[in-house]
């Protein structure tokens, strides 16, 4: 079975200033390992995915994510938050390159103050 | 393309009601996912379609819960009775190629 443990549900950050939204998975094979954002009420907008290859990925609005095997962890980082970012972030992993059975994590909010 | 519709955008019904959600797909897409979304249990699969084919439905918590996919462009899911635990929000999403595209959700309150 796989899950996702993303820590801590609430993150402010000041304009401005780096982003950091953890997230930790579990799997028995080898992952496939996505980052979706949802703002206010609309469905999730998938950022950036890991499937084989390059550990770092660049995603949608800047955001990057690294794929560190030893530590399980594909935490999604943002050198400059804007207002704009305000939003919930979920990580997700499959075992399957394709959206299959995706197990989301309980998301993170994100809160950018000025 | 508009993306992938979901109607009604709110529903509120009384207990023992039946529901119908409904989703338009994104044209071309060959995968259909229902999702639920609380703040509890966050974000569970219910069940997802292959070319209009139901390939696993262990996501679907009761037999209250039905949803079939008659085409490629339409797709319900049936709650009938409904109960105040069903109060949700409901996300159809369609994929290709491995990218996910969500519609904007169902919002039920089932009082």
């Known amino acids: 079975a796989q899950s996702v443990t993303q820590l801590g549900s609430h993150v402010s950050v000041s304009e401005g200033a780096l982003v950091l939204l953890r997230c930790n998975y579990s799997s028995s094979v080898p992952p496939y390992l996505f980052w979706y954002v949802q703002y206010p009420n609309q469905g999730l907008q998938l950022l950036l995915k890991y499937t084989t290859g390059a550990t770092l990925v660049k995603g949608i609005n800047g955001f990057e994510a690294e794929f560190k095997k030893s530590e399980t962890s594909f935490h999604l980082t943002k050198p400059s938050a804007h207002m704009s970012d305000a939003a919930e972030y979920f990580c997700?992993?499959?075992?399957?390159?394709?959206?299959?059975?995706?197990?989301f994590g309980k998301g993170t909010k994100l809160t950018v103050n000025p | 393309d508009a993306g992938v519709i979901q109607s009604p955008r709110h529903e509120v019904t009384e207990m023992g009601q039946e529901v119908t959600l409904r989703c338009k797909p994104i044209s071309g897409h060959d995968y259909l996912f229902w999702y639920r979304q609380t703040m509890m249990r966050g974000l569970e699969l219910l069940i997802y379609f292959n070319n209009n084919v139901p390939i696993d439905d262990s996501g679907m918590p009761e037999d209250r819960f039905s949803a079939k996919m008659p085409n490629a462009s339409f797709s319900t899911l049936k709650i009938q009775p409904s109960e105040p635990r069903d109060s949700a929000v409901y996300f159809c999403?369609?994929?290709?190629?491995?990218?996910?595209?969500f519609g904007s959700g169902t919002q039920l309150s089932v009082l």
């Open positions: 997700a992993v499959s075992s399957q390159g394709g959206s299959e059975k995706l197990v």
């Open positions: 999403a369609s994929s290709v190629a491995g990218k996910l595209f």
